[in-house]
């Protein structure tokens, strides 16, 4: 975010940057290095970079991409201070300023007793949200940043993109789903109103993207369906009937994987096709707010479900997996008798979550951003928020 850079250096402070490729450049507009090589050659590079030019604070946007992992390790033991910002766990107005890692290596304490006790330092935060980022703007700001990628090729050319799909696949996918967006409204309005006949228990299973990190470096999972798979299978086999799951379809999901085919055929393998529904649209927090518990990976969907009270069961690693606030036991024991999470712990939770690791705004707004960069530039001067260092989580669990 070049515009917090630009108000970093009028303070004093110097900042260096190293674009990838055409898409990194095109939004920063200040001084910058090129890397044009391979990952093969980036250790060495960002290590002479980095002797060159030795650096008090690392900042990246997100932290497990390959190029952001080596540069961590390179200036971790230089003796810098790691700091990665990305779209916030709070959604949808709120940025994540975290040091370390996030995630799985986030500090974020996942002790019962240790939150609540770190959670009066801050206010109860205001969630009303400031601002919103129109799709239009969303998708125009993507085309821009990858276009730009694949065209300059030639110029950076041993630069790999870390998604798993080409951008235009994507692109292809997202005209296909909006030329049977019609078609699928349909399906899924009469998949809701099948399940709003009787008062069979629902439960709610919300798809994430396959290519995100928080599948591919924060589950245990390869992919989506692979969870799919787990998740309905446990379901048809452990859940009394006539309860019923909704697989909801992420929200920007490219289309690419025909989701409504691929969950109906597990369910049939499952001998749960007339209890299984897949749907594409929905207002996710009065779903949530009626279902008899939500089954994710680990997806922020998990804080809405937590804060409407909806029992929690996470198969992956995520931040708000607390004892107290999730269910512990096994996803097979889930479906039986799934308790509610702890509703204190829970709203101490948000408040060291959004005093601790957040700011509000965001990056794709002028808006957004008029909120965003002084409190940023602010946060970085007097230092992030101290959280003890996981190992210090006296649940045991080390990073």
């Not at 799919?228 to 929200?251: N, Q």
């Not at 708000?320 to 829970?346: C, E, K, Q």
Request: a positive charge; proline letters at 8%; glycine letters at 8%.
């Amino acid at each position: 975010m070049h515009e917090v850079a630009r108000e970093l250096i009028a303070r004093g402070h110097r900042v260096s940057r190293i674009n990838l490729h055409l898409g990194d450049r095109l939004f920063w507009r200040l001084p910058a290095r090129d890397y044009r090589g391979g990952i093969d050659g980036w250790r060495n590079y960002i290590a002479r970079f980095l002797d060159e030019q030795p650096i008090t604070h690392l900042f990246l946007l997100g932290d497990r991409r390959p190029h952001h992992r080596i540069a961590i390790a390179e200036a971790r033991a230089r003796g810098a201070e790691i700091i990665c910002s990305e779209l916030g766990y709070l959604r949808p107005d709120w940025l994540v300023l975290e040091r370390d890692g996030m995630g799985t290596w986030s500090r974020m304490p996942r002790n019962p007793a240790l939150i609540r006790s770190l959670a009066q330092q801050y206010p109860v935060p205001d969630l009303r949200v400031r601002c919103s980022i129109p799709f239009w703007r969303l998708a125009m700001l993507d085309v821009a940043y990858n276009v730009s990628e694949v065209l300059s090729r030639p110029l950076y050319p041993g630069y790999r993109r870390h998604a798993i799909h080409h951008p235009f696949a994507e692109y292809a996918g997202w005209v296909l789903r909006w030329l049977r967006g019609r078609a699928e409204r349909r399906r899924s309005a009469h998949a809701f109103d099948t399940l709003r006949q009787g008062n069979a228990p629902t439960f709610v299973f919300p798809l994430q993207l396959s290519t995100d990190y928080q599948i591919r470096d924060h589950s245990p999972y390869p992919d989506m369906v692979a969870a799919a798979r787990e998740i309905i299978g446990s379901f048809a086999a452990h859940s009394p009937p006539p309860s019923r799951l909704t697989v909801k379809v992420h929200p920007l999901d490219p289309g690419l994987t025909p989701w409504r085919r691929r969950i109906r055929e597990i369910a049939a393998q499952n001998n749960a096709a007339d209890r299984v529904f897949c749907v594409t649209g929905g207002n996710l927090v009065s779903m949530l707010g009626h279902a008899a518990g939500c089954v994710l990976v680990n997806s922020t969907v998990g804080l809405t479900a937590l804060q409407v009270g909806c029992p929690l069961k996470v198969m992956g690693s995520a931040i708000f997996d607390v004892p107290g606030m999730t269910f512990a036991g096994s996803i097979d024991d889930f479906w039986l008798a799934p308790p509610r999470p702890d509703a204190d712990l829970v709203r101490d939770f948000i408040r060291l979550l959004a005093g601790a690791l957040h700011v509000r705004g965001g990056y794709y707004t002028r808006q957004a951003l008029d909120i965003a960069v002084p409190t940023t530039v602010q946060r970085l001067e007097d230092g992030l928020p101290w959280l003890p260092p996981r190992a210090a989580d006296d649940t045991g669990t080390t990073c």
